[in-house]
């Protein structure tokens, strides 16, 4: 038995092409190692945004977590996070809920009950959000039937949201589900054409994003994110938008009911870290919307950032993971074309993907990609590589003793500034 | 409302117990999850995982195995994961999953060995109960699948620890607290199962001198034992004098004569404390014990309390006229208006706070 972790090439993936992706990057097709690399692939919610927390978006909501312990027993480190204590409640399943489902008939009264506490200790909830898990998926439970009879009884918002692991590679994943559920929220109201809304993300970003003044400058005064909404009700505003951008595929479908629900159009962004395909993407979104879109001036200071680390550090070896804000194969793509090397990637390639590993290939074909969740890495053995610094927590994992840059902070990088904190940080990271 | 909760967080599942058993035996452990629980025991219940690998596995199932019954798909994973991990045994851990579709443990497990060569352990765990329910079903499993024939009696004394993983301790020391006072009595080896025990310290299990068992999740797995291989088993919490110095500032005595005292953890360990109080005040003060995990009835004395909702604790410090209660710090927001003295006696299992400085 050959105690060593399986990798393939970027050459010989993409000589295998997107169809025949090797049975080690497909998560059906085996079991799925769990490693502190792959806890925010099992376990969503334990970093960043799961279910739970992106359920709490709207400002004022609480959480009932109808569910077997098993599933809410994590939740006490979300809480701990600024902003969320006292937000979740839970109602526990026992198996002979499982046989009679009666603990569908309870919910209501619990809504009512964990609203009541809520006012007792000064607080006025703007919106229950009952959480159901896996149990409920198998059950074929109707929440939405369920939530409107605890509206009625609780007398304010209440809404669903599924954290169905089960379905996560399906046609609705729970992170694509949840979003849907909260927009949904918003009423029909006159349109405004001096609103947008930005969509994907559950925390803002970054404040120095191009993209706020891009929008500004062609006249859009109310830059709309749910995670900067204060108020229950500027939340509902999000509905007057002229139109949406969407910043995270997962927001796709929700974007979708709003087109059809409210008749707000979307365009969709990337994020990305190669300078030219930013400025790309910018000039595409303004023929989209009938108006010129660039940042001359933010994209120089970008080149500058990448230029400054170049100089400083111009042979530096880089190991990329995907438990970070972005796409590692485009990342990895990015460094390798601003002269750094990419020994390894921990990424699950997929088809869509290849635009970027058909590049690769070319440029750096030895660059190995690794799969967090493929058995074999537990015999994964960081001696076989350089890595001067890692990028994501799973890479920094894999390489405890390289410079770390985790890039993975609620706050989301975006475009040009995007670029410029990432070269940035890794400048200081690395720097004596 | 009976199973509404607005203060706590639930406590560490029955599948979290049954991992930590079988943690670092070198097997393959496979959750039979979606990811989600798998996520929960490593990242939340396991302390090790951030530092010890361990071959555990989420199943991946998704929503057309568990619908479809596709047990032949898992049985394929695991013989691919077989040809390819370095194991000893393969273990299945269930979560609510299985439990809803109704998995039959018997038939996976004789579909699995028709395909592996590797003991199969197949634990029935739904998520729905609390860690010690998984913890006991691991140990029994482990002893019944893979504790050999009766060795010859070993020549040096050995003890086997069943009860003492990180959920059922106040703080990770205990473990090697809980050896040293064993090797102080004349054992030449203690073996901590679900701790530091090798395979072939549990197929060796057989030829122990004795087994302690500190905590009630322990106590069916020595029974099997003793009616199995005539091993004796001692129920006990070695230790629990330093421990009860440890949590008190000052002498025990002082902190607990004439005083009404409540003791809330897993029970093997509050009842070991009570002797504890009751031995330094000379019976001067009255003790009760709670615990929301399992309470042996024999074990039990009046006064005493298994706990299952949150209002029961709150009723329980409201009415109970304690002047001293030892508790995790979890559960003090819930009585605010308790006046008493609290003693922060913290239960991983509870709280999910472990801190392995300790």
Redesign the interface.
């Known amino acids: 038995?050959r105690?060593e972790a399986i990798c393939y090439t970027a050459a010989e993936l993409v000589e295998l092409g997107k169809e025949q992706i090797p049975e080690e990057f497909q998560?059906?097709?085996?079991?799925?190692?769990?490693?502190?690399a792959t806890?925010a692939?099992?376990?969503?919610?334990?970093e960043g945004f799961g279910v739970k927390r992106a359920g709490l978006s709207v400002p004022g909501s609480i959480m009932l977590i109808v569910?077997?312990?098993?599933?809410?027993?994590?939740?006490?480190?979300i809480?701990k996070i600024k902003g969320y204590g006292d937000r979740?409640?839970?109602?526990?399943?026992?198996?002979t809920d499982?046989v009679t489902a009666r603990?569908l008939r309870?919910i209501p009264?619990?809504v009512k009950?964990?609203v009541d506490?809520q006012e007792e200790q000064g607080k006025h909830p703007s919106l229950v959000m009952i959480c159901i898990?896996?149990?409920d998926?198998?059950?074929g439970t109707d929440m939405e039937r369920v939530a409107r009879k605890a509206e009625e009884l609780a007398g304010l918002p209440v809404r669903p949201c599924y954290?169905?692991?089960?379905?996560?590679?399906?046609r609705k994943p729970p992170m694509v589900h949840v979003r849907q559920s909260l927009y949904e929220l918003l009423p029909k109201q006159k349109k405004k054409g001096t609103s947008v809304n930005l969509m994907g993300f559950f925390a803002p970003l970054i404040d120095d994003c191009e993209l706020y003044s891009q929008l500004r400058s062609i006249g859009v005064r109310n830059i709309r994110q749910i995670s900067r909404c204060t108020s229950y009700e500027e939340f509902l505003k999000m509905g007057e938008a002229n139109f949406n951008i969407v910043l995270h595929p997962e927001a796709r479908a929700a974007a979708e009911d709003l087109l059809s629900r409210l008749d707000i159009p979307y365009v969709e962004l990337t994020r990305l870290y190669q300078i030219d395909q930013i400025e790309k993407q910018y000039r595409a979104f303004g023929q989209a919307i009938g108006y010129e879109i660039e940042s001359p001036v933010k994209k120089q200071e970008a080149l500058d950032a990448v230029k400054a680390l170049k100089t400083a550090h111009p042979d530096l070896t880089f190991t990329v993971g995907e438990a970070m804000n972005g796409n590692p194969f485009e990342l990895a793509l990015a460094l390798v074309r601003y002269g750094f090397t990419v020994s390894e990637i921990y990424g699950t390639p997929a088809p869509e993907y290849y635009v970027y590993l058909d590049a690769l290939a070319k440029l750096s074909p030895e660059t190995k990609i690794y799969c967090n969740m493929e058995?074999?890495m537990?015999y994964y053995d960081s001696s076989t590589a350089k890595a001067d610094v890692t990028i994501g927590k799973d890479a920094a994992f894999y390489h405890p003793d390289a410079a770390h840059i985790y890039w993975n902070e609620d706050i989301q990088p975006f475009g040009y500034a995007g670029v410029i904190r990432l070269m940035r940080a890794i400048l200081e990271e690395v720097s004596p | 409302m009976k199973g509404l909760r607005k203060y706590l967080t639930p406590f560490a599942p029955d599948q979290s117990g049954a991992e930590s058993v079988l943690y670092q035996l070198g097997g393959i452990l496979v959750i039979l999850d979606a990811g989600g629980c798998t996520g929960n025991i490593c990242g939340f219940d396991e302390p090790r995982w951030s530092t010890e690998p361990s071959a555990v596995f989420s199943a991946g199932l998704r929503d057309m195995d568990a619908i479809m019954g596709r047990d032949e798909l898992l049985v394929k994973k695991l013989e691919k994961v077989a040809d390819k991990i370095d194991a000893g045994f393969i273990a299945m851990i269930g979560t609510p999953v299985p439990s809803v579709i109704g998995t039959d443990y018997h038939a996976l497990r004789r579909m699995t060995a028709r395909k592996v060569k590797l003991p199969i352990l197949a634990i029935d765990t739904d998520g729905m109960h609390t860690y010690e329910v998984g913890e006991q079903k691991a140990y029994l499993e482990l002893m019944k699948v893979l504790s050999e024939e009766k060795r010859e009696e070993q020549k040096e004394k050995t003890v086997g620890v069943f009860g003492a993983i990180p959920l059922d301790l106040p703080i990770p020391s205990h473990q090697e607290r809980i050896r040293q006072n064993l090797l102080e009595r004349g054992y030449d080896r203690v073996i901590l199962y679900g701790a530091d025990a090798t395979l072939e310290d549990v197929k060796g299990a057989s030829g122990v001198t004795e087994n302690i068992v500190t905590s009630p999740s322990g106590l069916k797995a020595a029974e099997y034992m003793k009616k199995t291989f005539g091993i004796p088993y001692q129920v006990e919490y070695p230790g629990a004098d330093q421990l009860l110095a440890d949590l008190t500032e000052e002498e025990p005595s002082l902190a607990f004569t004439d005083k009404k005292v409540l003791i809330l953890h897993q029970q093997v360990l509050a009842n070991a404390l009570r002797q504890e109080i009751r031995k330094v005040t000379e019976n001067r003060a009255e003790v009760s014990v709670a615990s929301y995990f399992m309470m042996q009835k024999e074990d039990m004395e009046a006064g005493d309390h298994k706990l299952r909702e949150e209002d029961a604790w709150i009723e329980l410090v409201k009415e109970g006229g304690f002047d001293v209660i030892l508790a995790d710090d979890t559960l003090r927001r819930m009585t605010p208006q308790f006046s008493g003295r609290w003693i922060s006696l913290p239960s991983f299992a509870i709280s999910g706070k472990y801190d392995p400085s300790k």
């Open positions: 038995m105690k998560s059906a097709a085996q079991l799925v190692y769990s490693s502190p806890l692939y099992n376990s969503p919610g334990a569910a077997p312990g098993c599933c809410g027993r994590n939740t006490s480190s809480a979740f409640f839970y109602l526990d399943m026992t198996d499982l603990h309870k009264q619990a009950e964990i506490f898990t896996c149990v998926a198998l059950l954290m169905y692991a089960l379905t996560r590679e399906g058995p074999t537990l």
